[in-house]
């Protein structure tokens, strides 16, 4: 038993590989957690960047600067009354919203967090993933199926419309990514660790590899996967001020909480696609012009540096909090936390936590930098309407993506054409 | 399409220029939120709020001589004042105040129309109430003013 | 028959068929969605877009709009029953609950009825401090417009901006008068209130504070893709139907039709103003949107020429305390953010008028929503009753 565990720890390789039921659950576990804290802390990042972008101050009375206001929403949504309308087809009212978090949860088995911090590495993992959260949309069509009232059928159609179709324009970059994988080995990968080794042999992150393909597969992809999780400005059938109010109208309550937390992760899981594939997942920024031991060691203090920022920030807010009678509870809440905060930075400063730590820091980062242009996306533009929406999904971002994957292939075999045009005219033997 | 307005279009220039605008006023100090009631509006002098009559400060008496005045320039007839001579001062003093604060739309039209200035509305706004029973003022209540409860977090 | 005609056609009891919208038979019985060839909508009076109490019953197929019908009155406070019980001067007041985003052009305009008929003027002095405010106000009432509208597209942002502005304005009523919204700024003759000490300071800095903003709000949306999608070509108005439908205010003057009171019949001071009168090209979303944008810079123009030019003297005409004007009848109109507001007074010597009768522009312009809506998707509907800046205040008094 113990030999079981410690074998898989002395092996560098993800708990599929290793073929460890036990560390697979702990690993699933630790990503389920590790989502919803996720989800959780974008609540709160999301209210509060918001606000600021609008000049206001959002959330402050609930906890210090609001910090408990996602557990109170948590809560309340806890304690509603469920109520399901008359005519509801109970089966698939009650299954829609386990049907969309569960697919939404089961696109992280192949999230890479770190060489070898995947639960497992399947060899075709991007295709796993693609599958997966295409799964989604059905239940998406069952929610507003057995709502029993047409507003939510007409917004759940709209959006699994729209969800289908900015999914091609996403294959079409994801396959860009993908053949770019093969060109130096020979062979590509479908595996999700694959392509970031890929990058890292290849010595550039894909965004950066044959100008401007590289780049503009992966504007492709932002845009779609913007479009994919019915987010601004692509949010017509979830929105307050237009007549359909959205597929999860008549869920209340815990129910729509599911939603909520499947929206959320269902961001996370494509910003992880695109962080992988093209932003060179855990790789550490600059890991060949500024290699050697010691820019190593520099970049290993990151962790740390940013826990002690954000606790930095957290005492600044104390001591800058009101100093009267009813604010001494938020003040000491939010020094202690502050300091929980720098706790956890100095436990980030041992040298072998460091190590380890290093590959997750760098892949949630790039992630949240992503989570950070949602939240600013849907602070300044405004709401396409549906019809130009499915327009920009078909007419601009399919046939660009159509492009981009052929001249992606065209240049990934330049050199083969050219050898082999240069022999068939007798310039080359 | 001329190059340079397809180069914007192509490099989305104009979503840019959009997103620049909103990354400006992150800054908490942008924020222009008032924590009410932690931090209370500047009140201005002529701000019309509460109904108020006011008190000579050396005799001790109502400066209301019960001319009438404001009853009559009231345009819903909220105000009702009736008073009795004083044999010694030879003034007018008022007996009974009726003041609607449930109608009243915090007009001034009284205030203006008062010959001694003793009805003034003040800059108190914080006249909310858990009953009807408490709108109509008397005499006592338009020279006390609102007395809000202040909550303890 | 004209394209006007063609398209207001009447159904006959009994008729049917495509294209004829038979006003009666909109709310018949409910329509299930199953059936794909006409769906009776209702734009309930409580909605996040339709500013204020509105229900518009949308007649749609599929998502294209066949046809409208608007049902007002749920605001309907009996303004002008109630004028035929109160004096002149006790009246004024009310009026600035009609149109309560621009209380101080209401004032504007029934002060200056009530002077016409009496053959009065407010003094110089008063004239511009009322031209100052009300520019003032249309500023105001414009940026309520502009955050409202663009939160309907979709854009949260702007809102907040906006009002943040609007605030800058409420302070200045606030000193001057007393009252952030209902301002009761102005009474019958003049002005009762004095400019107070630091109103033409405060006035100057508002406008070089406000001008920067203004072109990041142009920043945010004039060129955003987005939003030109959105607006361009969605409710276009001819001019000949704005004409037809009485329409006035920037949705007429961005049809084309270059009339503004404030140029064509001045009042007030503005004969001394040199400001320009924006107008449109297409009679779409995006025009009215740009005229109403120039109308604020346009705005700004005008109230720094006056806080420059404030003459001194007295604010107050000389009229009599009890206001009895000779038997007769007036109409006059103003220029109000939203359109002709125009005031119809019959007195009968008496201190209370006989009858007031309130021409409200956004009444008149929401007329025009059936003419504009037809053919477009449901969402472009939101974003034509935003454009047409109504408020249900005045709609229905």
């Known amino acids: 038993m113990l030999d079981a565990i410690t074998n898989y720890l002395h092996s560098n390789a993800t708990p599929g590989e290793a073929g460890s039921m036990l560390w697979a659950t702990i690993y699933i576990l630790i990503i389920v957690i590790g989502i919803s804290l996720a989800v959780i802390a974008m609540n709160w990042l999301e209210r509060k960047i918001l606000a600021h972008m609008q000049i206001r101050l959002g ?37 829609a919203p386990v049907v969309v978090t569960m697919t939404a949860f089961t696109t992280f088995l192949v999230v890479p967090f770190g060489r070898e911090h995947a639960v497992t590495d399947m060899n075709i993992g991007i295709l796993f993933m693609l599958g997966v959260s295409s799964l989604g949309v059905l239940g998406i069509i069952m929610a507003g199926w057995s709502s029993n009232s047409h507003y939510p059928l007409m917004g759940s159609l709209r959006s699994s419309a729209q969800m289908v179709s900015y999914e091609i324009a996403m294959g079409l970059a994801i396959v860009c990514a993908v053949l770019m994988t093969s060109l130096q080995t020979g062979t590509g990968t479908l595996s999700m660790i694959g392509i970031v080794e890929a990058q890292a042999q290849q010595q550039t992150w894909f965004i950066f590899k044959m100008f401007p393909l590289g780049f503009l597969a992966f504007a492709i992809f932002a845009i779609a996967m ?20 959205g597929f999860h109208t008549e869920y209340s309550g815990f129910r729509w909480s599911l939603f909520f937390l499947a929206e959320y992760a269902a961001m996370l899981a494509v910003s992880s696609i695109a962080v992988t594939l093209w932003l060179g997942g855990w790789m550490r920024p600059f890991p060949n012009w500024l290699n050697g031991g010691a820019w190593g060691l520099a970049f290993s203090f990151f962790p740390a540096l940013t826990l002690f920022v954000l606790a930095g920030l957290c005492l600044l807010g104390a001591v800058r909090m009101p100093k009267i009678p009813q604010m001494k509870i938020q003040t000491a809440g939010l020094t202690m936390f502050g300091l929980l905060l720098g706790f ?80 068939g005219l007798g310039v080359l033997p | 399409m001329s190059l340079s307005p397809l180069i914007r279009k192509i490099l989305l220039v104009d979503l840019v220029k959009g997103l620049k605008v909103t990354f400006k006023y992150q800054p908490p100090s942008e924020a222009v939120t008032e924590q009410y009631p932690l931090e209370r ?27 009438n005045l404001c009853a009559l320039a009231c345009p819903e007839q909220l105000i009702v004042v009736k008073g009795e001579r004083n044999p010694v ?59 809000p409860v202040q909550y303890v977090k | 028959m004209s394209d006007f005609e063609n398209d207001y056609r009447h159904a006959k009891p009994g008729q049917s068929g495509p294209g004829i919208v038979d006003y009666l038979d909109l709310e018949t019985k409910d329509q299930t969605y199953l059936d794909a ?18 229900r518009v019953i949308l007649k749609l197929d599929g998502e294209k709009v066949l046809g409208t019908e608007c049902v007002i009155g749920y605001l309907h406070r009996g303004v002008e029953k109630i004028a035929e019980n109160r004096t002149y001067a006790m009246f004024n007041p009310y009026v600035d609950r009609m149109d309560y985003v621009a209380a101080v052009s209401n004032g504007l305009g029934y002060c200056e009825a009530v002077e016409k008929l009496l053959n009065a003027e407010a003094p110089p002095r008063a004239q511009y401090i009322r031209v100052i405010l009300t520019e003032l106000c249309r500023i105001a009432s414009h940026q309520v417009w502009l955050g409202t509208h663009a939160l309907d597209i979709g854009a949260l942002t702007p809102l907040f901006y906006c009002f943040r502005d609007r605030e800058e304005i409420l302070k200045i009523f606030e000193k001057y008068c007393g009252a952030r919204l209902t301002t009761h700024a102005f009474r019958i003759g003049g002005c009762i209130y004095e400019a107070y000490d630091g109103f033409e300071q405060d006035c100057l800095k508002f406008c070089e504070h406000f001008l920067p903003k203004l072109n990041e709000y142009e920043e945010l949306l004039t060129t955003n893709r987005i939003w030109v999608r959105r607006t361009k070509g969605v409710g276009i108005l001819k001019p000949e139907d704005c004409i037809a439908l009485g329409v006035t205010g920037p949705v007429l003057r961005a049809s084309g039709v270059k009339w503004d009171l404030r140029k064509a019949q001045p009042y007030e001071a503005y004969k001394n103003f040199e400001f320009e009168i924006p107008t449109g090209v297409n009679g779409d979303t995006y025009d009215r949107y740009l005229v109403r944008i120039e109308e604020m810079r346009q705005s700004v123009r005008i109230i720094r020429q006056a806080v420059e030019g404030l003459p001194t003297g007295p604010i107050m005409a000389k009229i009599p305390k009890v206001l009895k004007p000779p038997v007769g009848e007036i109409y006059h109109s103003i220029e109000a953010p939203k359109g002709e507001l125009g005031y119809f007074i019959v007195s009968d010597g008496s201190t209370q008028p006989y009858r007031v009768r309130v021409r409200p522009p956004s009444f008149v312009n929401l007329q025009a929503l059936d003419k504009m809506v037809r053919g477009l998707l449901v969402a472009d509907v939101v974003a034509v009753i935003g454009t047409l800046d109504i408020v249900l205040g005045e709609v229905d008094r």
């Open chain 1, 59 to 95: 959330p402050m009375r609930v906890g210090p600067h609001g910090l408990l206001q996602p557990f109170a929403d948590a809560l309340k949504l806890l304690i509603k009354e469920d109520i399901i309308p008359e005519n509801a087809d109970k089966l698939v009212f009650w299954s």
């Open chain 3, 37 to 54: 060839t006409e769906l009776v909508l209702n734009m309930g009076p409580q909605h996040p877009s339709t500013h204020g109490v509105l």
């Open chain 1, 226 to 245: 913007v479009a994919e999780t019915n987010r601004a400005p692509f949010d017509l059938p979830e929105a307050e001020s237009e007549l359909v109010a």
């Open chain 1, 344 to 423: 956890i930075g100095l436990v980030l400063l041992a040298p072998g936590v460091r190590e380890r730590v290093q590959d997750i820091y760098w892949f949630v980062v790039k992630v949240a930098f992503f989570m950070y242009l949602y939240i600013w996306y849907r602070g300044t533009f405004p709401r396409y309407r549906f019809d130009q929406l499915m327009k920009v999904g078909w007419k601009v971002l399919l046939p660009t993506g159509l492009g981009v994957l052929i001249a992606t292939a065209l240049w990934g075999l330049m050199p083969q054409i050219s050898s082999s045009v240069a022999r």
């Open chain 2, 41 to 67: 509006p500047v009140i201005y002098e002529r701000y019309r709020g509460q109904p108020r009559l006011k008190v000579d400060p050396e005799s001790g008496h109502s400066m209301c001589i019960v001319c």
């Open chain 2, 89 to 147: 001062t030879k003034r007018k003093e008022p007996v009974s105040w009726s003041y609607d604060l449930s109608r009243c739309m915090f007009c001034g039209l009284c205030a203006e129309a008062c010959s001694t200035g003793a009805l003034e509305l003040s800059q108190d706004y914080e006249m909310a109430l858990y009953s009807r029973e408490g709108m109509v003022l008397d005499q006592a209540a338009l020279e006390r003013g609102p007395e």
